[in-house]
């Protein structure tokens, strides 16, 4: 298990290595040389991009209980970023922290990428469009580099990031243990996803306040349909 200082120490290096490895790589591709980006970790789950428009500044936040629950194969299960990579087969589709670590930057790092490049409608994010950028990531070899730059970065200063795949908990009730009161989550079924925050962890599912378009409506989830919002 991770203790709190090992895991803010991780969400630096992922912060480090979004700014100088997928950051400064597009601006050396041609990319926008008046826009400032800054990482930096976050004190709870809640990991997220957001800008300010005005400002050309953006800002990734890695949050240190993201960087925990990934660490732990009990509670990796319900980040969307164990779907993406399982669903859409990087790295073969296989779930390790290393690999769950190295796709949460390449996943922010898309949502910065949509937010320069497009038209983004607030509360629909996980577009097709997004989807696109985090393939291109895979598929042109930034996401490996990002991998193996958290790879040496972590082992250089001695912390732990197992390259080891997590074995994944098939009953709902083990599922359930990721889940507190208050987070932020995406729910249901493509292509009809809902955002929402959790009000209760019940025996078999969750209750769901709906957000965004599904404001005060509840719902009862199954964590088969429920995962942590990495957020754009
Ligand atoms: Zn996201």
Redesign the pocket.
């Known amino acids: 298990m991770l203790d709190p200082r090992q895991a803010r120490a991780l969400a630096q290096l992922m912060s480090d290595t979004t700014e100088q490895v997928l950051w400064q790589g597009w601006q050396q591709a041609g990319g926008y040389h008046l826009t400032r980006l800054t990482c930096r970790p976050g004190r709870g789950r809640a990991t997220y991009h957001r800008h300010d428009p005005g400002a050309h500044h953006h800002e990734i936040v890695y949050g240190t209980h993201m960087v925990a629950d990934k660490a732990d194969p009990g509670h990796c299960a319900g980040w ?1 970023s164990t779907r993406e990579i399982r669903q859409r087969g990087y790295w073969q589709g296989e779930v390790s922290m290393l690999n769950l670590l190295a796709h949460t930057c390449c ?1 922010e790092f898309a ?1 910065l990428q949509q937010s320069l490049t497009g038209v983004r409608r607030r509360g629909q ?2 577009t097709p469009r997004f989807y696109q950028l985090l393939d291109d990531l895979h598929q042109c070899g930034a996401a490996d580099t990002v991998r193996d730059t958290l790879f040496e970065l972590a082992r250089a200063r001695q912390l732990p990031l197992s390259a080891t795949p997590h074995t994944l908990p098939a009953e709902p009730r083990e599922r359930l243990a990721a889940y507190a009161p208050g987070d932020a989550v995406l729910f249901g079924q493509a292509p009809d996803v809902r955002t929402g925050q959790v009000i209760r962890v019940n025996r078999k599912t969750c209750t769901v306040m709906g957000t965004g378009r599904h404001r005060g409506l509840r719902f009862r989830v199954p964590p088969g349909l429920l995962w942590h ?4």
């Open positions: 969307l996943h949502h994010v996980h919002q990495e957020a754009g």
